[in-house]
């Protein structure tokens, strides 16, 4: 992961950050390991948020479509500058109690 976020000590939001210039499987297979990620995060109370853009998405609709249905936590930048802060800091609180 890129960053995260401790509460009490205890990791509670990992953040992976990524931007795909071109189609293909590279933006595939990241997205398939991320359901790996989320799985072991949500073991110890944690949540990943993944920040992914760029234009290798234009031609993966399907694989964006499928990534939103796997990770409830997804962002474009848009998205990220918009909602992330308030997200985040509800993911905190959610996964401090």
């Not at 595939?28 to 390991?33: F, G, M, P, V």
């Amino acid at each position: 992961m890129d960053f995260g976020f401790l509460v009490s000590g205890k990791p509670r939001v990992g953040i992976e950050v990524n931007f795909y210039t071109g189609s293909g499987s590279k933006p595939t297979e990241i997205k398939r390991s991320y359901a790996d990620v989320n799985r072991h995060l949500d073991k110890v109370g944690a949540a990943l948020v993944w920040i992914t853009d760029g234009n290798g998405y234009l031609k993966m609709k399907r694989s964006l479509r499928e990534a939103f249905e796997a990770h409830p936590n997804i962002y474009n930048f848009e998205m990220a500058k918009k909602h992330l802060k308030g997200d985040v800091l509800d993911l905190c609180l959610k996964n401090e109690s």
